[in-house]
Every structure is written in C-alpha cells, then in structure tokens.
C-alpha cells in the first residue's frame, strides 16, 4: 500500500472539506490550498489551479517537507512552503488550510500588524481561547511571490513566540489556520472567517 493509498479516507474528508469552503466562496477561481500530514515526513496538498468545488482525491498529491513532489510532473500549489512550514514547525499539526474570502482579504488590507477581537463567543472556537472577555490577535504578513521569504518571516515570528493562535493573514491574500486533526483545523478556518466576517460588518455601521 503506497503512503496516499493508506492516508486514502483523510484524503476524501479533505476534498469534502474543499467542497465545502469552495461553495461558501472563500476559496473562488481556484484559489487556496488544502493538506493534510501523511505520515512523518509528507503531506497530501492540492495541486495548484484546481477549482475546489470540484476536487477530488487525483487532484491532491504527495509532497516531501521540502515541498518536493513525489510524482514527477504534477505541481502542488503555489504556497506549499508554508504549508510545510507549519508541519516542520510543530509535529501535532495534521492539517493546514487556506481560504481567501472577501473578509480576510479586505480586512488584511486594512490592518496594521494584526487584526484584533475581543467580546465574541466564536472566539473560543480557537484552540487556547476559553472567553469571550480577552483580546485575540491574528497576525498580518505581508504578501510576496516569494513564498521561501514569506515561509521565513513566519518561522521568525514562531521562533519568537509570537504566534500564539493557529492561523494567520497574508495582507490581500487570505486566511491561513491549522490544527492537530482536520476537524479541529477546519474549526479554526470557520471561526477566524465567521469573526473576520462579523469585525467587517460591525466596521461598516460605525459613523
């Protein structure tokens, strides 16, 4: 049994997962990525310009944590370095996913450093966070084409013990968030989404 064959039931809860956040439209025209760990030293990633409302297990591929392809020819998505990243940094994280809504986009833009919460029950959707009275922050980093520098600036910051919650913004490119199972890290994508939604609303009916 090959390493994809034997990780072949996460893979199918990842593209349901694809499905899923494709259809609230956080991930349109092709855009994010998705992964799961597969064993100790690979991941499965979607490949790169696929619509993820229609994927399905072929179109993921296995990727050493170097980011190299384990099948000649197929090409993983642009921002596999950080993807791998998050894995290396923390051998608890079994999945790392990427939206790129209307929300995060918009309020990366518009952010300083970090975007900040305080006072919403979905806070503790996140991992660590156990009240609504305290003050999240979710980084902001800002975008380059050069994913190795981009990957870096994030090391930097964990090595510092400055990233203190599962996700992060990429300034005009989205949401990133992750946990130690595929439901976990999907709780953390809904939540950061369902706040960077409401933060935005709120924003907009201030005089």
């Known amino acids: 049994m090959t390493l994809a064959e034997h990780y072949a ?45 229609r994927i399905t297990t072929t179109d993921l591929m296995l990727c050493d944590l170097d980011g190299l392809p384990s099948e000649p ?21 079994a999945a790392v996913l990427h939206t790129h809504s209307v929300a995060a986009t918009v309020l990366s833009r518009a952010a300083d450093t970090e975007v900040e919460f305080g006072g919403f029950e979905m806070q503790k959707a996140i991992a660590g966070i156990v009240s609504h009275d305290c003050t999240v922050s979710l980084p902001v980093f800002e975008n380059s084409q050069d994913m190795a520098d981009l990957a870096a600036r994030v090391q930097h910051r ?11 913004l990429v300034r005009g490119h989205g949401l990133y968030a992750w946990g130690n199972t595929l439901a976990q890290a999907a709780r953390h994508i809904e939540g950061f989404e369902f706040l960077l939604s409401t933060l935005l609303h709120e924003r907009s009916f201030r005089p």
């Open 158 to 168: 964990a090595a510092l013990g400055a990233l203190t919650v599962p996700g992060f």
């Open 73 to 93: 020819g197929l090409i993983p998505s642009a921002e596999t370095a950080l993807h791998t990243l998050l894995y290396r940094l923390d051998e608890r994280t």
């Open 9 to 53: 039931d996460q893979a199918e809860a990842l593209c349901r997962l694809c499905h899923l956040f494709g259809e609230r439209q956080w991930c349109l025209a092709t855009s994010g990525n998705f992964s799961i760990r597969a064993g100790t030293s690979h991941c499965l990633i979607t490949q790169s310009g696929k619509d993820k409302t």
